[in-house]
């Protein structure tokens, strides 16, 4: 192993895990994050149970984590948290709304410059003015988006 | 004659020099001891997360327990979790049910719990600073059984957590990991409170 971070190639049926999961992570969290909000508000677990239809020992289970859950249980949730969901899909090529020039790497990586004397220009002004490192053989969009 | 004339000429192999962790991660992925965990996202890295080379291995081998078992997406899955800074969670009891330092000895311990309706994986590794796990290896939660039936010295959780020791020993000699008062000196942003 010699790359600083290299992508280890999954099979279809690992991906279709990885996808899987990754969806219901985030139908977790989104229902997670509106009953925080209403638990605020005033709402209580015994509500949200009523609201379920009454099964407390489904709510306490399906409350710990994702493990179990299927559409239906995302769309169980959202209609008892009296809530809307807004599913969106993008490309992983597609630009971010806002652009990131952080991340959290900054710092913790080996870095390889492309021409040491380019980090450098001397605009006519006479101020020297820094131009970030950039990886070997990557966009400057990789470059900032890690 | 003054005094400094007396003294012995100092040992360049023995000079204390201060490196930090962060520079010591830099060379240790340089030199191809720690990968940096390939985010699958435009989201930029929120969090920071290394696999030692075993770690690596565990995922490229094809005859790994992660590979045979069928729980490599989920692990996938739970890595880009931690790395994109998505919420570090409890259950509605408070107890820990995504990251959970394990019962030392020895000291610092962390798992990363895949928890699956079928294969359950735990991701054993030590934090090097908040926010950066170094990722020692994965286990099949079949493989660690249980830790109360075991006898403690003697358990495949202990021998677990004996190899994550060893391994951060090597790889940081004379540093030891992290330690903070709660779960937020760990985990900076995202994360549910309770008790570690």
Redesign the interface.
């Known amino acids: 192993m010699t790359s600083q971070s290299k992508q280890i190639v999954m099979t279809t049926d690992q991906r279709a895990d990885y996808g899987f999961a990754r969806v219901r992570d985030a139908a977790y969290d989104a229902v997670m994050e509106l009953w925080r909000r209403r638990k605020a508000e005033g709402m209580t677990q015994s509500q949200l149970a009523d609201a379920l239809g009454g099964d407390a020992g489904w709510l306490s289970r399906n409350l710990r984590g994702p493990g179990n859950w299927t559409l239906k249980t995302v769309g169980r949730f959202v209609e008892a948290l009296n809530g809307e969901v807004e599913l969106k899909i993008h490309g992983l090529e597609d630009p971010l709304p806002v652009p990131q020039n952080y991340h959290a790497y900054i710092g913790y990586e080996p870095q390889t410059v492309t021409d040491p004397a380019a980090m450098f220009s001397l605009p006519s002004g006479g101020l020297a003015v820094a131009k970030p490192y950039l990886r070997k053989g990557f966009p400057v969009a990789a470059n900032l988006i890690s | 004659m003054s005094n400094f004339d007396s003294l012995s000429p100092v040992d360049p192999d023995r000079v204390l020099t201060y490196m930090s962790i962060?520079s010591s991660?830099?060379t240790l992925?340089?030199s191809?001891k720690l990968?940096?965990?390939?985010?699958?996202?435009?989201?930029?890295?929120?969090?920071?997360l290394?696999l030692t080379?075993t770690a690596?291995?565990d995922?490229?081998d094809h005859n790994s327990a992660v590979?045979i078992l069928?729980?490599?997406?989920?692990i996938?899955?739970?890595m880009?979790?931690w790395?994109l800074?998505?919420?570090v969670?409890a259950?509605?009891k408070g107890k820990p049910?995504?990251l959970k330092r394990l019962e030392p000895p020895p000291p610092e311990i962390w798992e990363i719990r895949v928890?699956?309706?079928r294969v359950q994986a735990r991701l054993f590794g030590r934090f090097a600073e908040p926010?950066?796990l170094i990722l020692n290896r994965f286990h099949s939660r079949g493989v660690l059984r249980d830790k109360k039936k075991s006898a403690a010295h003697d358990s495949e959780w202990q021998k677990a957590m004996n190899e994550c020791e060893a391994t951060w020993n090597k790889l940081f000699p004379g540093i030891a990991p992290f330690t903070g008062p709660d779960i937020h000196a760990y985990v900076t942003e995202n994360c549910d409170d309770f008790a570690i």
């Open positions: 962060a991660i830099v992925t340089a191809g990968c940096k965990y390939p985010l699958r996202s435009r989201q930029p890295a929120k969090r920071r290394f080379e690596v291995k995922l490229e590979n069928g729980v490599r997406g989920f996938e899955s739970a880009t979790r790395v800074g998505q919420r969670f259950d509605d049910r995504f928890i699956e309706p926010d950066t």
